[in-house]
């Protein structure tokens, strides 16, 4: 059974910082382009970022570009996402995904979408 599991999820303080894990299972990580998206209340989800499965090139939405970052783990079937300075508007519901190796910028701007998806994790950012 294919399956991605986030976790790292939590509340933290305007500024602060959080680390997000994604575990697969019943695939392997390294044969597929892999994002981050968040859904926060009442909005649509939206594409975070995304990494490449072949020269490991990534893509960030803007508003978050500098403050996180996406990385594949060692294991080949985890990924993470570091999140720095992190803004009451970053609040959302975090979901993994993994998908066809196309070019990254079009998962994040959501010209198409990822094949395998986890669940999600929240984050709550808030004094």
């Known amino acids: 059974q294919l399956q991605l599991v986030e976790s790292g999820g939590g509340l933290v303080q305007p500024g602060g910082s959080l680390r997000l894990s994604c575990a697969a299972s019943g695939f392997t990580l390294d044969d597929y382009a892999i994002g981050w998206f968040r859904q926060a209340p009442g909005k649509e989800r939206e594409g975070v970022s995304c990494?490449?499965?072949?020269?490991?090139?990534?893509y960030y939405k803007p508003s978050v570009k500098g403050r996180f970052t996406i990385s594949r783990g060692n294991s080949k079937n985890t990924m993470y996402l570091q999140m720095n300075s992190l803004k009451p508007e970053d609040t959302a519901v975090y979901h993994c995904?993994?998908?066809?190796?196309?070019?990254?910028?079009?998962?994040?701007?959501?010209?198409?979408?990822?094949?395998?998806w986890g669940i999600g994790t929240l984050v709550n950012v808030s004094s």
């Open positions: 990494i490449s499965s072949d020269d490991g090139s990534a």
């Open positions: 995904a993994a998908g066809p190796n196309y070019d990254c910028y079009g998962y994040v701007l959501g010209y198409y979408g990822m094949d395998y």
